[in-house]
C-alpha cells in the first residue's frame, strides 16, 4: 500500500507492508501476539519451520560445514598438513570480517597441534587480499600451505603463482565468484586452489550463501575437529570461545541477519557478556558499553569501528594481536591504544597527503563537501551511476564518502582515490542495483575488483576514470521509480497499543540489523508539542506528539534536528515513522518515540 499523501520533499515514498497470514492463527500456535507474526511475515519468514526457526534456532540446528564444496577436500588438506607438521599460514583482510576470520583459522589449527601463523595485508602497502608480495613472503619465510580467509576468491593469476612455486592453498571466502558473460550465460571464474570454499559458487550446495568470512573460517575448522575425533567436549568449547568472533564479524561486515547469521548473533552475543577472551573484554570495558545489555548497535558502531582503526592507521596485525592477547594488563593496553587510534583514525601514514586532522568524521566531512561540490557542478549531476574522483582522499575513507554520498543523492556510488599504483576506490549501492554484476560487465577497465550486490571495491589506472564513468552509466538501465527512496512501514500503530508489555514483545525480534531491521510504525496527523533541541552538541531534538484522540506520547529525534525542529515549527501537524522503546532515567521509566523519518 503506498500512501501517496505521505510522500516526502526528500524523495521518499512510505510504503505500509500488506503481507498477508493468519496471524491470528500463528500468534496462538507460537504464543506470541499478532502485531509479532504480522513482523515476522513482513520480514518473510513463512511456514513452520522457518517460524520456529526464527524464534527457537540455536546452534544444534545450524547446517553441517560438509555441505559446502571443496570443504572436504580442504579438511583432508589441512589435516594432512598438521599430521605431517607442515607449516601453514592464515592470510586474512584488514577489516573486522578478515580480523576476526583470521584469528578463527589461527586458533583452530593451533588447536588441532598445527604449525601455524598468520599475515594480514597492509591497506596501503599490499592493498586487498592476497597478491604476489604475501605469496613471495611467505615462500622466504618456508611456508609450504596458505589457507586464506574472507578474500581469495579473485586471486586467480596470485594464487597461480603460488602453485608454481609449489605452495599448497586452500581458499574459503564468502565474496561473490568473478565470471565472465558470453551470450547471456555465466561463465565462472575460481582460482586454481587446491580446494575453494566459497558458499557463493554456482556448485555450491550448501544451503545458507549469506555467511560472513569469519563464518566460513568458522565452519572450517569446526569440521576439522569432528573430522580429527576430537571429543564433542572440546567440540563445545571451540564454540564456546570462537563463536563470539563470528558474531563480531556478522554485524560489522554488515550481512543479512537472516537464517544462520541470526543463530550465530544471538549466540555470539550472549558469550561476549562473560567473554573469556582477554582482548574483547578489556575493549568492551574501555569503552563503556553497557555489557549485560549488549546489542549489534555497540558491537556496530563502538567495538567494530575500534577493531577496524588497527587497519586503517597502521596494520590489521596490531588488532589480531589484541583478540590473541592473553594476558590482562597487556590486553588492557592495547585495547586502549585501539580506542586511541579509532578517535584519531584520520591521521594518515601517506608521506603524500597533507596533515590530515585527527578526527575521521572531519576528514569525512571534508570529503563529502567536496564530492558534493564536484556533483553539483558537473554534467554527470543527472547520471545514475555517480562516480566522484577524490585524489587527495585517504582510500581508507573512500567507502564512507561512498555510503553519504548514495544517502544524499539515492544513486549508486563509486568514490576513487589516488593510490600509489593506480586509483583505487570504494562503492556503494541502492536495493535495485548490483553493483558486482555490473562491475563483472565491464571487468576490462580494472586491474582488480570484487565485492556484492550492494558495496564493491576496486583498483582502476588513472587514465580510465573517465572511461568508467561513462561505460558503467551506459550499462546502467534504472528506472525513476529505482532512484526513489523508499520507507517501507511494518504497520500503523496507534498509540493506545503501545504499552510495556508490547516493548517487551518485540525483543523477540532481536538481533535487529541489515535483513532484520526494527519494526517500524507510523501514524498520521500528529500534533507536535513543546520541540526542542538539547544535548551538549544540540543534536538531540525532544518533543511530545499527540494523536487526534488526545493520546500523547514523548518522542525523541537524532537526525538533522534543525531542519526537523524547522519543519515542526512550520507544520505542527505531520506524519512520523517510529519505533518505541522505555527510557529509564534517575528511577522514573517511561515509553518513547524514537522518530525515523517525517513528513
Given at each position: 500500500?503506498?500512501?501517496?499523501?505521505?510522500?516526502?520533499?526528500?524523495?521518499?515514498?512510505?510504503?505500509?507492508?500488506?503481507?498477508?497470514a493468519?496471524?491470528?492463527?500463528?500468534?496462538?500456535?507460537?504464543?506470541?501476539?499478532?502485531?509479532i507474526?504480522?513482523?515476522?511475515?513482513?520480514?518473510?519468514?513463512?511456514?513452520?519451520?522457518?517460524i520456529?526457526f526464527y524464534?527457537?534456532?540455536?546452534?544444534?540446528?545450524?547446517?553441517?560445514?560438509?555441505?559446502?564444496?571443496?570443504?572436504d577436500?580442504?579438511?583432508?588438506?589441512?589435516?594432512?598438513?598438521?599430521?605431517?607438521?607442515?607449516?601453514?599460514?592464515?592470510?586474512?583482510?584488514?577489516?573486522?570480517?578478515?580480523?576476526?576470520?583470521?584469528?578463527?583459522?589461527?586458533q583452530?589449527?593451533?588447536?588441532?597441534g598445527?604449525?601455524?601463523?598468520?599475515?594480514?595485508?597492509?591497506?596501503?602497502?599490499?592493498?586487498?587480499?592476497?597478491?604476489q608480495?604475501?605469496?613471495d613472503?611467505?615462500?622466504?619465510?618456508?611456508?609450504?600451505?596458505?589457507i586464506?580467509?574472507?578474500?581469495?576468491?579473485?586471486a586467480?593469476?596470485?594464487?597461480?603463482?603460488?602453485?608454481e612455486?609449489?605452495?599448497?592453498?586452500?581458499?574459503?571466502?564468502?565474496?561473490?565468484?568473478?565470471?565472465?558473460?558470453?551470450?547471456?550465460?555465466?561463465?565462472?571464474?575460481?582460482?586454481?586452489?587446491?580446494?575453494?570454499?566459497?558458499?557463493?559458487?554456482?556448485?555450491?550446495?550448501y544451503?545458507?550463501?549469506?555467511?560472513?568470512?569469519?563464518a566460513?573460517?568458522?565452519?572450517?575448522?569446526?569440521?576439522?575437529?569432528?573430522?580429527?575425533g576430537?571429543p564433542?567436549?572440546?567440540v563445545?568449547?571451540?564454540?564456546?570461545?570462537?563463536?563470539?568472533?563470528?558474531?563480531?564479524?556478522?554485524?560489522?561486515?554488515?550481512?543479512?541477519?537472516?537464517?544462520?547469521?541470526?543463530?550465530?548473533?544471538?549466540?555470539?552475543?550472549?558469550?561476549?557478556?562473560?567473554?573469556?577472551?582477554?582482548?574483547?573484554?578489556?575493549?568492551?570495558?574501555?569503552?563503556?558499553?553497557?555489557?549485560a545489555?549488549?546489542?549489534?548497535?555497540?558491537?556496530?558502531?563502538?567495538?567494530?569501528?575500534?577493531?577496524?582503526?588497527?587497519?586503517?592507521?597502521?596494520?590489521?596485525?596490531?588488532?589480531?594481536?589484541?583478540?590473541?592477547?592473553?594476558?590482562?594488563?597487556?590486553?588492557?593496553?592495547?585495547a586502549?591504544?585501539?580506542k586511541?587510534?579509532?578517535?584519531?583514525e584520520?591521521v594518515?601514514?601517506?608521506?603524500?597527503?597533507?596533515e590530515?586532522?585527527d578526527s575521521?568524521?572531519?576528514m569525512t566531512?571534508?570529503?563529502?563537501?567536496?564530492?558534493?561540490?564536484?556533483?553539483?557542478?558537473?554534467?554527470?549531476?543527472?547520471?545514475?551511476?555517480?562516480?566522484?574522483?577524490?585524489?587527495?582522499?585517504?582510500?581508507?575513507?573512500?567507502?564512507?564518502?561512498?555510503?553519504?554520498?548514495?544517502?544524499?543523492?539515492?544513486?549508486?556510488?563509486?568514490?576513487?582515490?589516488?593510490?600509489?599504483?593506480?586509483?583505487?576506490?570504494?562503492?556503494?549501492?541502492?536495493?535495485?542495483?548490483?553493483?558486482f554484476?555490473?562491475?563483472?560487465?565491464?571487468?576490462?577497465?580494472?586491474?582488480?575488483?570484487?565485492?556484492?550486490?550492494?558495496?564493491?571495491?576496486?583498483?582502476?589506472?588513472?587514465?580510465?576514470?573517465?572511461?568508467?564513468?561513462?561505460?558503467?552509466?551506459?550499462?546502467?538501465?534504472?528506472?525513476e521509480?529505482?532512484?526513489?527512496?523508499?520507507?517501507?512501514i511494518?504497520?500503523?500503530?496507534?498509540?493506545?497499543?503501545?504499552n510495556?508489555?508490547?516493548i517487551?514483545?518485540?525483543?523477540?525480534?532481536?538481533?535487529?540489523?541489515k535483513?532484520?531491521?526494527?519494526?517500524?510504525?507510523?501514524?498520521?496527523?500528529?500534533?507536535?508539542?513543546?520541540?526542542?533541541?538539547?544535548?551538549?552538541?544540540?543534536?538531540?531534538?525532544?518533543?511530545?506528539l499527540?494523536?487526534?484522540?488526545g493520546?500523547?506520547?514523548?518522542?525523541?529525534?537524532?537526525?538533522?534536528v534543525?531542519?526537523?525542529?524547522?519543519q515542526?515549527?512550520?507544520?505542527?501537524?505531520m506524519?512520523?515513522?517510529?519505533?518505541?522503546?522505555?527510557?529509564?532515567?534517575?528511577?522514573?521509566?517511561?515509553?518513547?518515540l524514537?522518530?525515523?523519518?517525517?513528513?
Amino acid at each position: 500500500m503506498i500512501l501517496t499523501d505521505w510522500e516526502g520533499i526528500w524523495m521518499e515514498k512510505w510504503f505500509v507492508a500488506m503481507k498477508k497470514a493468519d496471524f491470528n492463527g500463528i500468534a496462538e500456535k507460537y504464543q506470541i501476539s499478532p502485531i509479532i507474526a504480522r513482523l515476522m511475515r513482513n520480514r518473510d519468514v513463512i511456514g513452520d519451520e522457518a517460524i520456529d526457526f526464527y524464534l527457537n534456532g540455536t546452534v544444534e540446528d545450524l547446517y553441517d560445514g560438509l555441505l559446502m564444496k571443496d570443504m572436504d577436500r580442504a579438511v583432508d588438506i589441512l589435516k594432512e598438513k598438521i599430521e605431517e607438521g607442515k607449516k601453514i599460514r592464515v592470510i586474512g583482510d584488514y577489516d573486522i570480517d578478515g580480523v576476526n576470520a583470521t584469528y578463527i583459522l589461527q586458533q583452530g589449527l593451533a588447536g588441532l597441534g598445527a604449525d601455524v601463523d598468520t599475515d594480514i595485508p597492509d591497506r596501503i602497502k599490499d592493498g586487498y587480499g592476497l597478491n604476489q608480495m604475501l605469496i613471495d613472503r611467505a615462500l622466504d619465510d618456508d611456508v609450504d600451505t596458505i589457507i586464506t580467509c574472507d578474500n581469495g576468491i579473485a586471486a586467480m593469476s596470485e594464487i597461480a603463482y603460488g602453485k608454481e612455486n609449489g605452495m599448497t592453498i586452500v581458499v574459503t571466502d564468502h565474496h561473490e565468484v568473478p565470471y565472465l558473460e558470453e551470450n547471456g550465460e555465466k561463465k565462472y571464474l575460481l582460482p586454481p586452489a587446491d580446494a575453494v570454499v566459497d558458499p557463493h559458487r554456482a556448485d555450491c550446495e550448501y544451503p545458507f550463501k549469506g555467511l560472513c568470512g569469519a563464518a566460513v573460517a568458522y565452519k572450517l575448522v569446526e569440521v576439522l575437529y569432528r573430522v580429527s575425533g576430537k571429543p564433542e567436549q572440546e567440540v563445545e568449547h571451540l564454540q564456546e570461545s570462537l563463536m563470539e568472533n563470528v558474531a563480531i564479524a556478522t554485524i560489522g561486515d554488515v550481512v543479512d541477519l537472516v537464517g544462520e547469521n541470526r543463530v550465530f548473533v544471538k549466540k555470539g552475543l550472549e558469550l561476549l557478556k562473560t567473554t573469556k577472551n582477554e582482548g574483547l573484554h578489556a575493549l568492551m570495558q574501555c569503552t563503556g558499553g553497557d555489557t549485560a545489555n549488549l546489542n549489534t548497535y555497540h558491537i556496530g558502531f563502538v567495538i567494530g569501528p575500534c577493531i577496524n582503526a588497527g587497519g586503517r592507521l597502521d596494520t590489521a596485525m596490531r588488532s589480531l594481536s589484541l583478540l590473541q592477547c592473553e594476558d590482562e594488563e597487556e590486553a588492557a593496553k592495547l585495547a586502549n591504544d585501539l580506542k586511541a587510534s579509532n578517535r584519531r583514525e584520520a591521521v594518515t601514514l601517506a608521506a603524500d597527503l597533507k596533515e590530515l586532522n585527527d578526527s575521521r568524521k572531519e576528514m569525512t566531512e571534508e570529503g563529502v563537501e567536496e564530492a558534493v561540490r564536484q556533483i553539483e557542478s558537473s554534467s554527470w549531476k543527472d547520471d545514475q551511476v555517480l562516480v566522484v574522483y577524490l585524489p587527495e582522499c585517504h582510500e581508507s575513507i573512500a567507502g564512507i564518502i561512498a555510503g553519504r554520498i548514495k544517502e544524499r543523492y539515492y544513486r549508486p556510488t563509486f568514490v576513487l582515490t589516488k593510490g600509489e599504483t593506480g586509483v583505487k576506490g570504494s562503492g556503494r549501492s541502492i536495493e535495485a542495483y548490483d553493483m558486482f554484476a555490473e562491475m563483472s560487465r565491464c571487468r576490462e577497465l580494472f586491474t582488480k575488483f570484487g565485492g556484492h550486490k550492494l558495496a564493491a571495491g576496486l583498483s582502476l589506472e588513472e587514465e580510465k576514470v573517465e572511461v568508467f564513468r561513462k561505460r558503467i552509466n551506459e550499462l546502467a538501465d534504472l528506472t525513476e521509480e529505482d532512484l526513489q527512496m523508499k520507507v517501507s512501514i511494518d504497520m500503523r500503530l496507534p498509540f493506545p497499543y503501545i504499552n510495556e508489555e508490547l516493548i517487551r514483545e518485540l525483543k523477540i525480534l532481536e538481533p535487529f540489523g541489515k535483513g532484520n531491521g526494527k519494526p517500524l510504525f507510523a501514524e498520521s496527523k500528529l500534533r507536535v508539542i513543546q520541540p526542542r533541541i538539547f544535548g551538549k552538541n544540540r543534536n538531540v531534538l525532544k518533543c511530545r506528539l499527540e494523536d487526534q484522540q488526545g493520546n500523547q506520547m514523548e518522542a525523541v529525534y537524532f537526525g538533522e534536528v534543525e531542519d526537523c525542529l524547522r519543519q515542526m515549527e512550520k507544520k505542527q501537524i505531520m506524519s512520523f515513522t517510529y519505533y518505541p522503546s522505555i527510557n529509564e532515567y534517575m528511577g522514573r521509566r517511561t515509553i518513547q518515540l524514537t522518530i525515523v523519518n517525517y513528513q
